[in-house]
C-alpha cells in the first residue's frame, strides 16, 4: 500500500521536482519505506510516489515505474491478488520481468494490452495513475469496490491529484484558492460523510468507485481535454446477479460460497511481510480469522482493543475467538482517558470531515497491529455484501406499514410529532415524511432531518446516489449501502485510520468474485429465519461453535454522548462557542447551539448530529 500524487503545470523540470517531492512528503505514513518522482518537463507532469513495501521490498519495485517497453509509468497504490497468473501469462508472452512486484506485472500488463484489456481483468484494491507516454495521456484509476482513494482538481489546463487532499494542499499555487464547498459541508452533517465526486473544498473532486478519467496533455499547454468512464461498478453487478439468482436453495450455497472465500483469503495472505488480522469477535472478522488459520502452519497473528465500557467491549468475545482458533491473540485494554486523546489527531487522519464514532477504535486497532505486522486482514464488507445491517428490515417494513396512509396525513402527523418534542421524536417525524424503502433507508442514515438549515446558504442534503434497478427492495437497499456508504465511509474509516499507520488492510469480503457471488443470492438466503447474513453465519458454524458467536449484533463504537456530556464537554463548549461560530459564517450559530445544549441537557437523542459538528469545526482549526 502507498501513497500517490502529482501535478500539471507550468515550471522547469526542477521546480516540477520540488513540487511532487514536496507532495509526496505528506504522504509518508502511507508509505514510509521509500519515495520516488518522474518528470515529464515537456508536459510539465511531475509525478510523486510514496512506497510501503509489500510485495517484493526490493529496489526493483520502486515507484514511479516504467514499464520494459518504456511507453508507460505508474504511480499505485494497492495490491493485485491474482498477480502471479497475470505474470505468467505475460511472461509466455514475451514480456520479461526484473523484480517480482505486483506494481511491475501492473504496468508491464499495459504494455501488453493496453489500457482497457488490462483494466477488465485486475483483481484487487488499488488506486493509480498512468501515464502513457506514446499518446500524451494521462489515466487516473480507482477500485470497483472504492477500497483506495483518490483527489484530483483541474484549474484552467493545470491539474494537481493524490492519494489524500494534504498532498494537493503542498502546493501553495492550489492551497491559496481553495474555497469550503457548502453542500458538501451540509451532506457530511446529515450523513457524516462526503461521497465522490464531491469533496469539502469547491472544485476539488474525488474517483468514484470503478472511475477511469482520462487527461490528454500536449507540450506545453497542459491539460487539454478530459473525460471519464466506468471501467466497472457495483451497480451493475447487483443488476447482474438479480437477472442470473443463484437458484439452489440456500444451503447449496454455502460450498461454492465457502471456496470462493476461502480462496480470497488465500490471496490475501500472499506477502513478504508480516501479515495478521484484526479481530472483533463479530460473524464476519471471526470467519476471515478462521479461514486464515486453516491455511497457515503457524498461529495467525490477531488483534483487538478492548474498552473499560462493558456496553461498548467486545474484546472478551474477540479473546473467546482466538483461543478457541489457537491464534497468537494481542489484546489492548483501552482507558476512556486514552482513547479521548486520539480525538484531537482525527481531522488531521482523515484530511477532510469525516465524522463516525467507530473511527476511534480502528484508528487504535490499526496502531496496535502495526507495531506487530505491516498487513491486516479484517471483515469489512460482510453486511453490506451479505445484507448484514438491521435497518434494512426495517426500513422496508417501515414503508411497508406506511405505504396505505396517505402522503397529507403522514406529513401532519409528521408536523405533529416535531411540535410535541422535536428532540426525541425528530426520527419519528423523518420516517413519517419519508417515500418508499429509499426514503426510508435516507431517514434512518441521517444524523437531522432535511432542512434544517444547519449550513447557512446549503440545499438540503439528500442521498448521494440512486439504487439499482432491482425488485426486491431488502436487497436494493443493500446494493444502495454497497455502492454508496461502503466505499465513501466504511473504506474511507479503515483506509485512513489504516495508512495513518503505515498499515495495509485487506478485506476478503470485498473480494470481486465474493461479492458477484453474494449479489446473486435472493434476499432469502442472504436473510434466512429472520437471521442476517446468514450464509457467513453458517459458514462460521462449520468452524466455531454458536456459543461464541450467536448473539445480537454490536456496533465498533464509544461511548461519545456520554463523553460529550462529561471529560469532552469543555473541548465541545469551546469548538461550538456562538461568536466563534458568527464570525465563521458557515454555520447557523443559534440553532447549532441549542442542539449542543439540548445534549448537555439529556434532551437529544442524536450525539452523532453533535460529533459531525464537533468534527468538522475540529477540522476547521486544523486548517489554521
Known amino acids: 500500500m502507498c501513497g500517490l500524487c502529482g501535478v500539471v503545470g507550468e515550471g522547469s523540470e526542477e521546480t516540477l521536482r520540488a513540487t511532487a517531492q514536496a507532495m509526496s512528503d505528506t504522504l509518508v505514513h502511507r508509505g514510509p519505506d521509500a519515495g520516488g518522482v518522474f518528470v515529464h518537463a515537456s508536459h510539465?507532469?511531475?509525478?510523486?510516489?510514496?512506497?510501503?513495501?509489500?510485495?517484493?521490498?526490493?529496489?526493483?519495485?520502486?515507484?514511479?515505474?516504467?514499464?520494459?517497453?518504456g511507453r508507460y509509468v505508474v504511480a499505485y497504490n494497492g495490491e493485485l491478488y491474482r498477480h502471479p497468473e497475470?505474470?505468467?501469462?505475460?511472461?509466455?508472452?514475451?514480456?520479461?520481468?526484473?523484480?517480482?512486484?505486483?506494481t511491475e506485472v501492473l504496468v508491464e500488463a499495459f504494455g501488453a494490452w493496453g489500457v482497457d484489456a488490462t483494466l477488465a481483468r485486475l483483481d484487487g484494491m488499488f488506486a493509480f495513475a498512468l501515464f502513457d507516454v506514446r499518446e500524451s495521456r494521462l489515466h487516473l484509476v480507482r477500485d470497483p469496490i472504492g477500497k483506495k482513494p483518490l483527489y484530483y482538481a483541474q484549474r484552467g489546463r493545470s491539474l494537481w491529484f493524490g492519494s489524500e487532499l494534504k498532498a494537493l494542499c503542498a502546493d501553495a499555487r492550489f492551497a491559496a484558492k481553495l474555497e469550503l464547498d457548502r453542500e458538501?459541508?451540509?451532506?457530511?452533517?446529515?450523513?457524516?460523510?462526503?461521497?465522490?465526486?464531491?469533496?469539502?473544498?469547491?472544485?476539488?473532486?474525488?474517483?468514484?468507485?470503478?472511475?477511469?478519467?482520462?487527461?490528454?496533455?500536449?507540450?506545453?499547454?497542459?491539460?487539454?481535454?478530459?473525460?471519464?468512464?466506468?471501467?466497472?461498478?457495483?451497480?451493475?453487478?447487483?443488476?447482474?446477479?438479480?437477472?442470473?439468482?443463484?437458484?439452489?436453495?440456500?444451503?447449496a450455497a454455502l460450498d461454492p460460497l465457502d471456496t470462493v472465500l476461502g480462496d480470497a483469503v488465500a490471496r490475501r495472505l500472499v506477502a513478504d511481510v508480516p501479515v495478521g488480522a484484526l479481530l472483533s469477535g463479530g460473524i464476519d472478522s471471526s470467519l476471515v480469522v478462521a479461514m486464515m488459520q486453516e491455511?497457515?502452519?503457524?498461529?495467525?497473528?490477531?488483534?483487538?482493543?478492548?474498552?473499560?465500557?462493558?456496553?461498548?467491549?467486545?474484546?472478551?468475545?474477540?479473546?473467546?475467538?482466538?483461543?478457541?482458533?489457537?491464534?497468537?491473540?494481542?489484546?489492548?485494554?483501552?482507558?476512556?482517558?486514552?482513547?479521548r486523546e486520539a480525538i484531537p489527531r482525527l481531522p488531521i487522519l482523515y484530511d477532510e470531515p469525516f465524522a463516525d464514532t467507530s473511527q476511534i477504535p480502528t484508528a487504535l486497532v490499526c496502531a496496535l497491529a502495526r507495531d506487530h505486522v505491516t498487513v491486516a486482514l479484517s471483515g469489512d464488507g460482510g453486511d453490506e455484501a451479505f445484507a448484514g445491517y438491521p435497518r434494512y428490515a426495517a426500513c422496508v417494513d417501515r414503508a411497508r406499514r406506511?405505504?396505505?396512509?396517505?402522503?397529507?396525513?403522514?406529513?401532519?402527523?409528521?408536523?405533529?410529532?416535531?411540535?410535541?418534542?422535536?428532540?426525541?421524536?425528530?426520527?419519528?417525524?423523518?420516517?413519517?415524511?419519508?417515500?418508499?424503502?429509499?426514503?426510508?433507508?435516507?431517514?434512518?442514515?441521517?444524523?437531522?432531518?432535511?432542512?434544517?438549515?444547519?449550513?447557512l446558504g446549503a440545499s438540503p442534503a439528500t442521498w448521494p446516489g440512486t439504487a439499482p434497478a432491482l425488485g426486491d427492495p431488502l436487497a436494493r437497499l443493500?446494493?444502495?449501502?454497497?455502492?454508496?456508504?461502503?466505499?465513501?465511509?466504511?473504506?474511507?474509516?479503515?483506509?485512513?485510520?489504516?495508512?495513518?499507520?503505515?498499515?495495509?488492510?485487506?478485506s476478503p469480503l470485498l473480494d470481486?468474485?465474493?461479492?458477484?457471488?453474494?449479489?446473486?443470492?435472493?434476499?432469502?438466503?442472504?436473510?434466512?429465519?429472520?437471521?442476517?447474513?446468514?450464509?457467513?453465519?453458517?459458514?462460521?458454524?462449520?468452524?466455531?461453535?454458536?456459543?461464541?458467536?450467536?448473539?445480537?449484533?454490536?456496533?465498533f463504537g464509544v461511548p461519545i454522548g456520554e463523553w460529550l456530556?462529561?471529560?469532552?464537554?469543555?473541548?465541545?463548549?469551546?469548538?461550538?462557542?456562538?461568536?466563534?461560530?458568527?464570525?465563521?459564517?458557515?454555520?447557523?450559530?443559534s440553532r447549532v447551539r441549542k442542539i449542543w445544549d439540548g445534549h448537555q441537557r439529556g434532551g437529544a437523542p442524536r450525539p452523532w448530529l453533535v460529533w459531525n459538528l464537533l468534527i468538522l469545526q475540529a477540522w476547521i482549526d486544523s486548517r489554521a
Request: charged share 30%.
Open 402 to 455: 406506511l405505504a396505505p396512509v396517505p402522503r397529507a396525513v403522514r406529513r401532519a402527523l409528521a408536523a405533529l410529532a416535531r411540535g410535541v418534542d422535536p428532540g426525541r421524536l425528530d426520527r419519528v417525524a423523518e420516517a413519517l415524511r419519508a417515500e418508499g424503502v429509499e426514503g426510508q433507508f435516507e431517514a434512518a442514515c441521517a444524523r437531522h432531518a432535511p432542512g434544517t438549515g444547519l449550513v
Open 44 to 69: 510539465g507532469l511531475a509525478i510523486g510516489h510514496r512506497r510501503l513495501s509489500v510485495i517484493d521490498p526490493s529496489p526493483d519495485g520502486a515507484q514511479p515505474m516504467t514499464s520494459s517497453c
Open 512 to 555: 470481486a468474485e465474493v461479492v458477484r457471488l453474494a449479489l446473486r443470492l435472493p434476499s432469502a438466503v442472504r436473510v434466512r429465519d429472520g437471521r442476517a447474513k446468514w450464509p457467513l453465519h453458517a459458514l462460521l458454524g462449520r468452524r466455531l461453535p454458536k456459543a461464541l458467536f450467536d448473539r445480537p449484533k454490536q456496533g
Open 86 to 102: 497475470l505474470r505468467r501469462e505475460l511472461e509466455t508472452s514475451g514480456r520479461r520481468f526484473r523484480g517480482g512486484s505486483d
Open 565 to 589: 456530556r462529561g471529560p469532552l464537554r469543555e473541548w465541545g463548549d469551546a469548538l461550538l462557542a456562538p461568536a466563534r461560530l458568527r464570525d465563521q459564517g458557515l454555520l447557523d450559530a
Open 478 to 506: 443493500a446494493a444502495l449501502d454497497l455502492t454508496t456508504r461502503l466505499p465513501e465511509s466504511i473504506l474511507v474509516k479503515v483506509d485512513r485510520a489504516s495508512m495513518g499507520v503505515g498499515l495495509e488492510v485487506r
Open 295 to 339: 491455511r497457515s502452519a503457524t498461529p495467525v497473528r490477531t488483534f483487538c482493543i478492548g474498552y473499560a465500557e462493558a456496553a461498548y467491549d467486545e474484546a472478551g468475545h474477540a479473546r473467546r475467538v482466538a483461543e478457541h482458533l489457537g491464534t497468537d491473540h494481542t489484546e489492548l485494554r483501552v482507558t476512556p482517558a486514552e482513547a
Open 184 to 251: 458538501s459541508v451540509a451532506s457530511f452533517l446529515r450523513f457524516s460523510f462526503i461521497a465522490a465526486p464531491r469533496t469539502v473544498y469547491a472544485g476539488v473532486a474525488k474517483l468514484a468507485a470503478g472511475e477511469h478519467r482520462v487527461f490528454d496533455l500536449a507540450p506545453g499547454q497542459g491539460v487539454v481535454a478530459a473525460r471519464s468512464e466506468r471501467f466497472a461498478s457495483v451497480r451493475e453487478w447487483a443488476e447482474a446477479g438479480a437477472r442470473d439468482p443463484f437458484r439452489d436453495g440456500p444451503d
